[in-house]
């Protein structure tokens, strides 16, 4: 059975990311997109990375077009729009997509170890976020209007851990 270390990812500038680079620190992946509503959550998220980096959270933002066609932007174009609106600076992830036949095979790990309402697997829309402990388990799956700020409690514990 593979686990979260097993993955890898390309960086949006084209890196291989080895997930097992983040071995022992939480993770919080999320989906995101550039044309959503939730999209001023990177403001939040931004602000998680900021507040908790030097404690070992990392944030991963995976881009996804799979949802109403908000990120339609190349690799290239998401990575400026995400650093000039929003100052992100925690590690964004190639476009993805996260349902379907295509579905990175991250996504469906972490779909399968962590599914939503009602036991549905499927990703429902952009920033639905996942809380990895430092073990490598998933610990929370989040909906998309969750805002980033109410996760720092769920964060304090998973660093705590």
């Known amino acids: 059975m593979a686990g979260i270390y097993d993955f890898e990812a390309q960086q949006i500038g084209g890196q291989l ?33 900021k507040r908790y980096a030097e404690r070992g959270l990392v944030v991963l933002g995976f881009p996804c077009n799979q949802f109403g066609s908000q990120d339609p932007g190349s690799n290239e174009e998401i990575a400026s729009f995400c650093q000039v609106n929003y100052g992100v600076s925690f590690p964004m992830m190639q476009k993805i997509d996260v349902n379907g036949a295509e579905a990175h095979p991250l996504y469906r790990w972490l779909t399968a170890e962590a599914p939503g309402l009602l036991g549905s697997k499927a990703i429902k829309w952009n920033f639905t976020k996942f809380l990895v402990g430092k073990d490598g388990q998933v610990l929370k799956r989040y909906a998309p209007q969750e805002a980033p700020e109410k996760l720092a409690k769920d964060i304090e514990a998973a660093l705590a851990a």
Do not use: Y
């Open 17 to 49: 990311v080895p997930l097992s680079q983040f071995r022992g620190k939480p993770l919080l992946i999320v989906n995101t997109a550039s044309a959503c509503g939730f999209t001023p959550q990177f403001a939040g998220l931004e602000a998680l990375h």
